[in-house]
């Protein structure tokens, strides 16, 4: 128990140190490598909780598609930290209403749920029993069965996103040219060989 | 063994969808054609599907897709807004070099998406659908690449739509949190409780924030002028119909489905955006000089009309909603197939003072635009009138009085503005001609759309009728 305890204080501090150095480190680079820092120690957090499925997607996923993907977008983009940030004490006081707005919101939310009157309702919550099956297995059971109409869905607006991708930036370039198989294979000697007699000591 | 027939016509429209893109890919230069037309036959063939599916409530997919009575009638409408939209794109297309079948093909999914949308039964699946729908019409109002309007417009709606998803979703979790259920109905079990839990109504306004974001009521309206403005004009004639019905019946089934326990909450919410849609969309059109800005605000003012019948919060309620969003698609299918013959031999025009002195030089589409102008402003002897009275009726009926009068004045606002579109075109000098009238098939759909119009007014039994069946079939 003191392990998982003193493991998940390691993760969370990591954690919540590399979120802060994403938006604290000057150059975007670096953010980006904190920002991986700070998915995979989450990943390790979800394995604590026992949700093994969840850490592999921040892997996969986060960390092997997204993040991957952010870095090389900031390395082409050549993006100046400085000139990002010239707006930021501008911005301050709005953001700072906001996020304490939020923050507050949260704390009323979370008060509600602890110490509200009727807990039966979060008692009612369906929980899967941990001990018979893995998450894995059993979001396995459900996704192509129970879920099988949102999964579908999800699958139709991937296909949306790609058509859209397409719509918006391909261009046909005129002039580009592309082996043509067929016409590779019909092409005979006498269309493509020409004989020429040089008659000796001439040249052509 | 589940049945998939519920979803007959998502799966018509998906796989037409689906099948189409590959007629496209591999028909060449012809492809435009072929796909338009074949999409508008994928969707009267789903249309016609709709007479096999149940008016009782059936709930198919594990529970997380219902179809009823309300479903089918916003189904019908969205298909035919969806049909109309392609049909008049065909022209303009042609003429701004926007020939690509893939318009058609986005179209369709963004048409599955709203279907899916108003067949919600689950929080999955509300969201599944609203992003199936907003992220087509993204593309769609971007569509026009090389204009930097079309592609603001593009960039402007997708970020601001993020912003609302992320609220409707946060609104979600809240409300999955406090209720332990995604599914409608356990939600509602758990809302009917004594002292609803302060999380829940929360996750509620959250939830209806995005909504309120999707059918533009205020305040979450910003982006509405920019977007309408900026997209190509079949676009916008699209975004003006369909989408809008889509997401007011998904208002409807959230809050009548979903938290009908928490009426005395959600009904304040809704007047206040009813109170400021009207307000804004009456009072921020009369400065307007594009015809499509004015649309947009006109459309602004039409939900708050729509949600005062809403804000009633009983059936009959829903029923005048429902009728109010069927002739407030007729009127914009009308409107639009016109604002699209207004072609000058240098392109498109836009501007309100190109109508100066039409009546003189196209009399029929003078007429034609006068008639929606009449109806969108509630007058009678037009379809118009007959929306607006059932919505105030069922607000007074509520006991709703100063909202019914509050909508009143402001539709005397609005009228202004849109009688003076009737007054530059039959009382100015005229300062030009247009160098082609509307094509054929615009004055097809004009020109039925305004026989509609006038008929509704004359004969609005049916219409009645079929409404009041919806909504009766959502309260069971």
């Known amino acids: 128990m003191i392990i998982q305890a003193l493991t998940f204080y390691l993760f969370a501090t990591i954690a919540v140190a590399a979120g802060f150095m994403v938006i604290a480190s000057r150059n975007p680079v670096h953010s980006v490598l904190y920002l991986i820092l700070a998915f995979f120690t989450s990943g390790g957090l979800f394995v604590l909780m026992g949700a093994e499925f969840l850490a592999m997607i921040m892997l996969i996923v986060y960390i092997g598609a997204v993040a991957v993907l952010f870095l090389f977008v900031v390395m082409m983009l050549d993006i100046n930290s400085v000139d990002m940030k010239q707006g930021f004490l501008q911005y301050l006081p709005i953001g700072g209403v906001i996020g304490a707005i939020l923050a507050i919101e949260l704390l009323f939310i979370v008060s509600s749920w602890s110490f509200g009157g009727d807990t039966s309702l979060i008692a009612a919550t369906a929980r899967p029993v941990v001990s018979e099956v893995g998450n894995t297995q059993s979001i396995g059971l459900v996704l192509y069965t129970d879920y099988i109409y949102a999964f579908q869905a999800a699958g139709i607006i991937l296909l949306v996103a790609m058509i859209g991708a397409i719509v918006l930036t391909h261009r046909s370039r005129p002039g580009v040219k592309k082996q043509n198989i067929t016409n590779q294979v019909h092409r005979t000697p006498e269309s493509a060989v020409e004989l020429k007699k040089i008659p000796p000591g001439q040249g052509i | ?476």
Do not use: C
């Not at chain 2, 012809?30 to 994928?42: D, E, I, Q, R, Y």
């Not at chain 2, 900026?230 to 998904?250: D, E, H, Q, S």
């Open chain 2, 1 to 476: 063994m589940q049945s998939l027939a519920p979803a007959i016509v998502e799966l018509i429209i998906v796989v037409g969808a689906m099948a189409l893109l590959m007629v496209g890919v591999f028909s060449g230069k012809k492809a435009f054609k072929t796909v338009s037309w074949l999409s508008v036959g994928v969707l009267v063939v789903a249309m016609i599907s709709t007479v096999s599916l149940p008016v009782e409530r059936t709930y198919a997919f594990n529970g997380m897709f219902v179809i009823d009575g309300f479903a089918i009638f916003n189904k019908i409408l969205i298909l035919i807004g969806a049909a109309m939209a392609i049909m008049m794109s065909f022209d303009f297309l042609a003429k701004e070099n926007l020939k690509r079948f893939e318009f058609a093909v986005l179209i369709l999914l963004a048409t599955a998406g709203m279907t899916m949308m108003v067949s919600a039964s689950n929080l999955i699946s509300l969201y599944m659908g609203i992003e199936l729908q907003s992220l087509a019409l993204y593309v769609l109002t971007a569509i026009n690449r090389d204009s930097s309007r079309s592609t603001e417009a593009g960039l402007k709606y997708f970020v601001l739509g993020a912003l609302s998803s992320g609220m409707l979703l946060y609104g979600s979790s809240l409300i999955y949190g406090f209720a332990g259920s995604l599914d409608f109905g356990e939600i509602s079990q758990a809302v009917a409780v004594e002292s609803v839990p302060f999380g829940m109504i929360f996750g509620l306004v959250f939830l209806l924030s995005g909504l309120a974001f999707k059918i533009s009521a205020v305040p979450f309206h910003m982006w509405t002028p920019d977007v309408y403005e900026g997209a190509p004009t079949p676009v916008t004639a699209f975004l003006a119909g369909a989408p809008k019905v889509a997401a007011m019946a998904l208002l409807i089934r959230v809050l009548f489905d979903v938290v009908p326990a928490m009426q005395d909450q959600w009904q304040q919410i809704i007047i206040f955006l009813s109170f400021a849609s009207m307000a804004v969309g009456a009072v921020l059109a009369l400065v307007q000089t594009n015809i499509k800005r004015l649309m947009a605000f006109s459309s602004i003012g039409h939900v708050g009309f729509a949600l005062v019948g809403l804000s009633a919060g009983t059936e009959s309620g829903v029923a005048s909603v429902l009728i109010y969003l069927t002739i407030y698609l007729v009127m914009n299918i009308g409107a639009f197939a016109l604002i699209m013959s207004m072609r000058r031999k240098e392109g498109m025009t836009e501007n309100i003072n190109d109508l100066a002195g039409l009546a003189r030089t196209r009399p029929g589409m003078a007429a034609a635009l006068a008639i929606f102008m009449f109806s969108l402003a509630g007058i009678p002897p037009m379809a118009g009138f007959i929306g607006k009275f059932f919505v105030f009726m069922m607000a007074l009926e509520a006991g709703l009085t100063t909202l019914a009068i509050f909508g009143v004045l402001m539709s005397v606002i609005g009228a202004f503005y849109y009688l003076r579109i009737v007054k530059i075109m039959y009382f100015d000098e005229p300062v030009g001609e247009f160098d082609v009238g509307p094509s054929r098939g615009m004055k097809i759909i004009s020109g039925g759309a305004a026989a509609l119009i006038v008929l509704g007014f004359v004969w609005p039994a049916p219409l009645i009728a079929a409404a009041n069946l919806a909504a009766t079939s959502l309260f069971m």
